[in-house]
């Protein structure tokens, strides 16, 4: 499994885009690139997945360069209830039996007024 | 709405009494997963099913066993819960063929005294 990294924390303010970048340096071929939101005491959200260039949704947008090392998550005007934690996991996207999905540390995004 | 439900919200328990918590689903999933999730962690994958396949994780302690009587329905039996144990346990499905895209119950959240 691709190890992802990704900040610990970020702030923001509301209205701002913010920007959360992922690094997996040894992503595989079949590897796509999966993100979550996580509120306090809920469980995780799916928001997006891309497997390369950008994917856009109704929530955020992901960016994703050619050689597919890293990732953007973008969250366009962020508001207070954006605060949370966010997660990128890259893996395959059907596993059969065996897959497993294995979340990082996440980064806790705080949304300011 | 189709939805993952998890009973209940949140359970105390006994040091090394038994406690089983209760996962539901109406998305008609064929795959059920467990993960616990400490303080300020990431979840944690304890085990999964696809379909009837049972499929533990390595680290996954005896302590926890898990049942799947049909579809819809996924049981989590701590046999005898330590106070390592206390935890925020969520309950996952999703189709075999978009593992990544998972939906998450609201968790239960599990107190040892």
């Known amino acids: 499994l691709a190890k992802t990294t990704q900040p610990i924390s970020m702030d923001s303010y509301e209205g701002q885009e913010v920007n959360i970048t992922c690094s997996h340096n040894n992503i595989a071929t079949n590897d796509y690139i999966t993100w979550y939101q996580q509120f306090p005491s809920q469980g995780p959200r799916f928001i997006i997945q891309?497997?390369?260039t950008k994917v856009t949704n109704e929530v955020a947008s992901l960016f994703i360069p050619a050689d597919r090392k890293s990732s953007t998550l973008s969250l366009p005007r962020v508001s207070l209830s954006d605060t949370a934690v966010y997660y990128c996991l890259v893996g395959p996207v059907s596993g059969g039996s065996n897959y497993k999905l294995t979340f990082g540390k996440g980064t806790l995004l705080t949304v300011n007024p | 709405d189709a939805m993952v439900i998890q009973n209940p919200r949140y359970q105390v328990t006994q040091f090394g009494k038994p406690v089983t918590l209760s996962c539901s689903q109406t998305l008609n999933h064929n795959v059920m997963y467990w993960y616990q999730q400490k303080s300020s962690q990431a979840p944690k994958l304890l085990f999964h099913?696809?379909?009837?396949?049972?499929?533990n994780e390595a680290d996954t302690p005896d302590n926890f066993q898990s049942r799947r009587p049909n579809t819809s329905f996924c049981f989590l039996d701590i046999r005898s819960p330590g106070l390592g144990d206390a935890a925020m346990y969520l309950c996952?499905?999703?189709?075999?063929?978009?593992?990544?895209?998972?939906?998450f119950g609201p968790g239960t959240r599990l107190t040892v005294t």
């Open positions: 891309g497997y390369k």
């Open positions: 996952a499905t999703s189709r075999v063929e978009r593992v990544h895209e998972q939906y």
């Open positions: 099913y696809y379909d009837k396949d049972f499929n």
